[in-house]
Structures are given as C-alpha cells and as structure tokens.
C-alpha cells in the first residue's frame, strides 16, 4: 500500500466520474495539439515554398494572389507581364537572380509550369530518374505528379487548358516525360515543369482553336499566356538595399506590380491566425472546464470521505500525506487526459492530414512532434494540480476529532 | 508511575466555554481492560480522542506510553498513535475503497512499519474472515465488518486499544461476542483495553471501570 495506489483505489472507486474527467481534460489538449500541429506544418510548409524569393514581380492586382498563385500555387494567376517588360527588369543591377514562371495549362489537376532551370535548384530539387528538360515539350514530373499519374520517363501526356482539371486538352501537341524529380517537401512536388517556349508554343498554335474574347468574358478564367509574355517572374535581391527601393519602382510602373512572399505569407497567416486563435481560446476554455470538473469531483467525494480522512489520520497519517493523496488523485487525472489528449490530437491531424492531402495535397502528418506541446503539457497538469489544491488544502486542515465526533 | 499506559493529571477539556469533561487523576497500567462508563454527553468519546490524541485537551497532561503527548510535534504525534494507539470506531469507517486486506495494509503503511501481507493474511483468518480479505467493506456484514475494524486497529500491535461503543447496537449473542473478540485480542498483544460505553450488559465482564458524569 502507498499514496499512489491509495489515490488510484479512490479513482477506480468512482470511474465514471473520472473517466468524464478525463475525456473533458483530453479533448481540449487534443484540440489545441491538432491546431498546433497544423499551424506549425502549415507555417514550416509556407516558408519552404517562398525560401530563396525575396520579390515576385506580376500584373497587377491582389499582392497575395499573385504569391498564392506563383509562389505557393494555389490561386489563380492575376494576369500576365510582356516578356519585354521581364527582361528589362532583369537588367536592373539590384537582382541578382530571375526566375521566369508561364503557367496556363494543368494535366490532372498538377500545374504545367514554364519555367528554367533555377527554379528546380531553387528548391534545391534533384532528379530521380532522366534528366532536365531541353527541348520544347519536354517535360519534367514533381514526386507527387508521378505517384497520382503513374508516368514513367518515355511516357507522353497531354496538358489540359486552365489550371484545374477539365478544360480543353490540347490533344495536337503532348509532352514527352524526360525525367522525374525526387521529393523535396516542397511545391515543386506537386508541379509539371517545362520550358516557358513549350507553354508559348502550344498557345500560340491554340490561338485559332479558342476564342480569346470568349475567355475574356469569365473573370474566373485566368487569361493563360500569350506567346511573348510571362505571368511572373520570382527575384532574387542583390543586396538587402534592393528590399527599399525595388518595390516601388516596380509598383511606380503602370503593367507591373511587386510583391514580397514574406510580407504576404505573414499577413495570410495573421488572418488564419485570428481563427485558429479563436478555436484555441476555446480550447483553453475546455481545458479550464475539466479543471472546475476535477475540482468539485475532488470537492464533492471530500465531503463523502470526510471520515476516510479522519481515520487515516487516527491511523497515522500526517497532514501532509493526506495532502499529497489528493494532489496525486488530481495530478493522475490530469496525467491520464494530457495523454489521451496528445494520443487524439496526433491521431486526428493524421486523418485530417490524410483527408487534406487528398482533397488538397497538401502534407500534414500527426507523427510529428512540436515544441508548443511541451507547453501545453505542462500547463494541463499545472490545471490538474490546481484544481486539486483547495480540496487537498481543506483535507490537510480537517479537524479529526470534530469530525469523528460527528454523528 | 511505573507500568503505566495512561496516566492523566487535572484534566479539563471545554466545548464553547462549556466543560464537557474533567478528571483529576487516572492511571490504567500496562494490559489492564478498563470501561469508561456514563450517559451520553458525558465526554466518553471526548476522552477517547485525547487518548488517542486526536484532541488536545484544555488544560492537564495526557501521558501515554511514557510520552506526553502535550510535548510532541504534529507529525510525531500522528506517526506515535498510527504505532502505539488502535482504535475501534462505533460507525466502524472502514475505508470503502479499499478491500479489507488494503485497509489493514493501510494502516501497516500509515503507520510506518513493514507490510506484512502475510501476518494480516493471519490475521483476518483467525478473526474468521479469510474468504472476505479481497472484499470491499460494502459486502461484509455488520458482524465481518466489525472484524475487520478490529482487525485493523490490532495489526500493528498497539499497546493500546481504544473503543467506542462496540457493543450498543448489538443484541446480547452478538455483543457477548465481539467483546469476547477484543478482549481476545487485547490478551493476544498484551495491550491495555480502554472501552467507552453506556452498555450495562457488559459491566460486569470488568474488575476497572470508570464513570464518568457532570461534575466528576
């Protein structure tokens, strides 16, 4: 016999009560774990995917959709640049590097991006099999691309109009898979890469196929690249000058607009923050619930063993254990929900992670562990020990006699 | 006083300002089985608490074992009753938590002495209770409990035993019996028995008795 199996002989007494304890405590850190875990990835994913792009220069229109759209690929591109307007930008001793980007089409979804070389390097990308792209219609396959389309280098494909699935496919001209590239955790997992002359190409030969007015009409449409022009081009500063001067200057002309992916992503995530802010305000408060819920347990069974303590203490129990029996029993439910709570959180963001990388492809596993739930680990059973305290405070200043004397 | 298990000097004790006890003068030598006697009201169970130490009486000194209790520290006092005093309640307040054998444990751990599962084990089996070690208190009898209770408040070898009415609520086979027990066991630790009642059936069991009333 000893404190701990006296306090778990208590627990197991009352299970019920314990068990609906445990489960408040566990859902409210299971919930702040999965918004921990996917706010962390979602940042960590973020920051991946804009490394290395200090600019990124387009047409005019929404700062963060044109980072959605040719950083992070998800948004539709807000116009296209005259190729003359890129290149005299590249000319600008205040870029060091220039990364050209011609989407418009997609093949099962992935975006056909036209682009060169560095943009692979970019993300430091490696190829698993083949090589680069050289010629026109040549085409180089992201991991994710290779795993949903089971194309093999050799194998042709055609791209489809637009950037999701469905559009019109252009059937007279197909690329030619030349390699394939191996994971990197990043964008370019998720991407078709080839020439930006492939992209020009295939739209030039379409300009009798589609109406352009007709495409003009659907703002949802986005205007794909007409040969001799790129939607943007991602700049690498020459030095840290160029943050104060080159924006403006871009800005300053009529057709360009610039647009830095740090400034952007951060402003994306403090508007996602303000939500996911709420849910943890609630989740908090679900926590501090199971507190107030182990204290009047705690409270409440104090009154009913009010003789149990008496007795002990007849038997030779001192003040200070009967204190530590009950700062054990709320300490082990508190263990036992931080527990279950870390077990829920990490399974549910891998559903969720699962659920979302099919519907979004975007990867979130719950096998990852960050550094905000030793934070909140120590926090939950600091609320454990809390709620304990005023009860185990009352059985250490119990009046034995009085209450032996009771009748 | 050589040999004594109590010795008690000009002992008063008041509730609110109102005396619900006084003694001048009581000793109980070693393994002597004494009745405190009297109406209810008469401070009975008063004087079990300071003998066990669980109050501390107004005024005058409590001397058990040698060691007045006055002198000691809180935590030396609690450790000095859980070894030297067992005390059998009227209500009895078994642990309802814990099997009889864990309440018996209990008490060996609260005590700080060794855990000797197997001497309660012996225990419990001599009191008749060998098949009823793994049952929660609920499930016993009044009978088995009160065993238990009386189980427990020997296991550690007391040189004192203290009791509170174990006899009132029982008819005469029944009380006749577990005074039979506690003497038994009083004689088998060769401790001092201290028994509070209001019981006259039983007066006559004891050459040491000791009334108690207003104004003694």
């Known amino acids: 016999m000893n404190l701990l199996r006296l306090s778990l002989a208590y627990i197991h007494a009352r299970a019920l009560n314990a068990a609906l304890n445990v489960l408040l405590l566990a859902l409210g850190v299971a919930t702040i774990v999965v918004l921990l875990l996917f706010t962390q990835q979602l940042e960590h994913r973020l920051e991946r995917d804009s490394q290395g792009i200090d600019l990124v220069v387009g047409a005019k229109g929404s700062p963060l959709q044109l980072i959605l759209s040719s950083v992070y690929h998800v948004d539709i591109p807000t116009g296209n640049i005259p190729l003359a307007d890129a290149e005299k930008l590249k000319a600008n001793p205040l870029i060091k590097a220039s990364v050209p980007l011609a989407l418009g089409d997609n093949y099962q979804g992935f975006r056909i991006v036209g682009t060169n070389h560095d943009y692979v390097s970019l993300y430091q990308g490696a190829i698993s099999e083949g090589r680069l792209w050289e010629k026109s219609y040549e085409a180089v396959l992201g991991s994710d691309v290779t795993a949903h389309a089971h194309l093999r280098v050799g194998d042709t494909f055609v791209g489809s109009h637009g950037l999701v699935e469905g559009g019109e496919k252009h059937e007279h001209s197909p690329y030619t898979v030349v390699g394939l590239l191996a994971p990197s955790g990043s964008v370019l997992d998720r991407l078709v890469l080839t020439s930006v002359e492939s992209v020009w190409e295939i739209h030039g030969q379409g300009r009798e196929e589609h109406d352009e007015d007709e495409d003009r009409a659907d703002p949802n449409k986005p205007r794909h690249v007409q040969p001799q022009e790129l939607t943007a081009l991602l700049i690498q500063y020459a030095s840290p000058m160029a943050a104060a001067i080159l924006p403006r200057q871009i800005n300053a002309q009529s057709a360009l607009q610039a647009a830095s992916p740090a400034f952007e992503s951060a402003r994306l995530l403090s508007l996602v923050g303000v939500g996911v802010q709420t849910v943890q305000a609630f989740a908090a408060i679900l926590i501090l619930c199971a507190g107030l819920s182990v204290f009047i347990a705690l409270y409440n069974a104090l009154r009913e063993r009010s003789y149990d303590l008496a007795v002990m203490r007849t038997l030779g129990a001192t003040r200070g254990k009967l204190l530590a029996a009950i700062l054990i029993e709320g300490l082990i439910l508190a263990s036992l929900g931080v527990a279950l709570g870390l077990l829920l959180g990490h399974a549910l963001t891998e559903v969720l992670g699962n659920w979302l990388h099919a519907a979004q492809r975007v990867t979130i596993t719950g096998w990852t562990v960050v550094p905000g739930e030793l934070v909140l680990v120590v926090a939950a059973l600091l609320v454990g020990l809390l709620s304990a305290l005023l009860p185990a405070a009352l059985a250490y200043r119990t009046d034995i006699a009085r209450v032996l004397a009771r009748r | 006083m050589a040999g004594s298990v109590v010795v ?48 501390t009486p107004t005024q005058g000194s409590v001397s058990i074992a040698g060691q007045d209790l006055r002198q000691q520290r809180a935590g030396e006092l609690d450790r000095f009753r859980g070894r030297n ?20 444990l209990l008490a060996q751990y609260l005590a700080g002495t060794a855990q000797d599962a197997l001497a309660a084990h012996r225990l419990l089996a001599g009191l008749g209770l060998a098949d009823q070690a793994h049952s929660l208190p609920q499930a016993l009898s009044f009978g088995q409990a009160q065993r238990a209770a009386i189980a427990r408040a020997v296991v550690n070898k007391p040189r004192l035993i203290l009791a509170d009415e174990p006899t009132s609520n029982l008819d005469d086979a029944n009380a006749a019996a577990a005074l039979h027990l506690l003497l038994d066991q009083a004689r088998a630790c060769n401790a001092t028995l201290v028994i509070a009642t209001h019981d006259r059936r039983i007066r006559e069991r004891f050459e040491h008795q000791i009334t108690l009333g207003i104004g003694t």
Do not use: C
């Open chain 2, 85 to 104: 005093v067992g005390i059998v309640f009227q209500r009895l307040h078994l642990i309802s938590s814990l099997t009889v054998l864990g309440n018996l």
């Open chain 2, 8 to 55: 008690l000097r000009d002992l008063r004790h008041a509730y609110d300002g109102r005396d619900v006890l006084r003694l001048d003068r009581w000793s109980v030598a070693e393994g002597e089985h004494w009745l405190v006697l009297g109406p209810s009201g008469s401070g009975k169970t008063t004087l079990l608490h300071i003998l066990a130490g669980i109050l």
